[in-house]
T-cell receptor, first 111, second 118 residues
Framework: LAKTTQPISMDSYEGQEVNITCSHN???????ITWYQQFPSQGPRFIIQ???TKVTNEVASLFIPADRKSSTLSLPRVSLSDTAVYYC????????????FGTGTRLAVRP | GAVVSQHPSWVICKSGTSVKIECRSL??????MFWYRQFPKQSLMLMAT?????????EQGVEKDKFLINHASLTLSTLTVTSAHPEDSSFYIC??????????????FGPGTRLTVL
C-alpha cells in the first residue's frame, strides 16, 4: 500500500481557490488516487478519484502529474462549509485493495 | 453518488452488553464492505474487511471474537461488539465498495455510529 503525505492543516478565506497536495512516492502501477472529505462526527464523503492527468467533477478537480508521485486536489471558491478534513488515499481498489487513511489535511475556511 | 446507511446512528450501552451495528448499501450491491473505527481527533483505522458469503478478514490487533462481522447479503453487513467495555467507546464507520458499469471502483462510507459504553 502506497503511503501518503499531506500537510496537517491549511487556512483559507471564503472565495479563494484551495489546492491540497498529497505525496505518494511509491504509488504502484495499478493504484488509483481517491480523495474524501470528512466533517466532525460524520463518515467520509467521496470527492473525486483519478489515475492520471486531470479529473474534474462538479465539486473539485484532481491534478496528477505524469510520474504520479503526487496529486493535487483543487477546490474552487471555497466557502465556510468546506471547513473539514480532507484525506488522500492511494490503492488498487479494483483488486479489492483496502484503503488506509493517513492523518489528512484539516482545512479551515475563514470569512 | 452511492448511498450507504448505518443503524443506529448512536447507541449508549452498559458495560458487558453486546451491540449490533448495521451497514447497508442502499442503491448498489457490495460484495465487499469495510469497518473502521475512529477516536476523537484521530484518523480512521481499518478494523476488518467483510466479504459477502465468507469470513471477514481482520486487521492486526483487532480481536475477531470481540468484533463479530457478518456479511450475509450483498447489501448488508453487521458488526457486533460483544461484551462491550468503556474502551470500546468510539465512532464506528462502515464503507461499501461499488464497482460501476464503467469500471470505476469506489468506496462509499456510511454516516457512522457513535458507541458509548458506560
Amino acid at each position: 500500500l502506497a503511503k501518503t503525505t499531506q500537510p496537517i492543516s491549511m487556512d483559507s478565506y471564503e472565495g479563494q481557490e484551495v489546492n491540497i497536495t498529497c505525496s505518494h512516492n511509491n504509488i504502484a502501477t495499478n493504484d488509483y488516487i481517491t480523495w474524501y472529505q470528512q466533517f466532525p462526527s460524520q463518515g467520509p464523503r467521496f470527492i473525486i478519484q483519478g489515475y492520471k492527468t486531470k479529473v474534474t467533477n462538479e465539486v473539485a478537480s484532481l491534478f496528477i502529474p505524469a510520474d504520479r508521485k503526487s496529486s493535487t486536489l483543487s477546490l474552487p471558491r471555497v466557502s465556510l462549509s468546506d471547513t473539514a478534513v480532507y484525506y488522500c488515499l492511494v490503492g488498487d481498489t479494483r483488486s479489492g485493495d483496502k484503503l488506509t487513511f493517513g492523518t489528512g489535511t484539516r482545512l479551515a475556511v475563514r470569512p | 453518488g452511492a448511498v450507504v446507511s448505518q443503524h443506529p446512528s448512536w447507541v449508549i450501552c452498559k458495560s458487558g452488553t453486546s451491540v449490533k451495528i448495521e451497514c447497508r448499501s442502499l442503491d448498489f450491491q457490495a460484495t465487499t464492505m469495510f469497518w473502521y473505527r475512529q477516536f476523537p481527533k484521530q484518523s480512521l483505522m481499518l478494523m476488518a474487511t467483510s466479504n459477502e458469503g465468507s469470513k471477514a478478514t481482520y486487521e492486526q490487533g483487532v480481536e475477531k471474537d470481540k468484533f463479530l462481522i457478518n456479511h450475509a447479503s450483498l447489501t448488508l453487513s453487521t458488526l457486533t461488539v460483544t461484551s462491550a467495555h468503556p474502551e470500546d467507546s468510539s465512532f464506528y464507520i462502515c464503507s461499501a465498495r461499488e464497482v460501476g458499469r464503467d469500471s470505476t471502483d469506489t468506496q462509499y462510507f456510511g454516516p457512522g455510529t457513535r458507541l458509548t459504553v458506560l
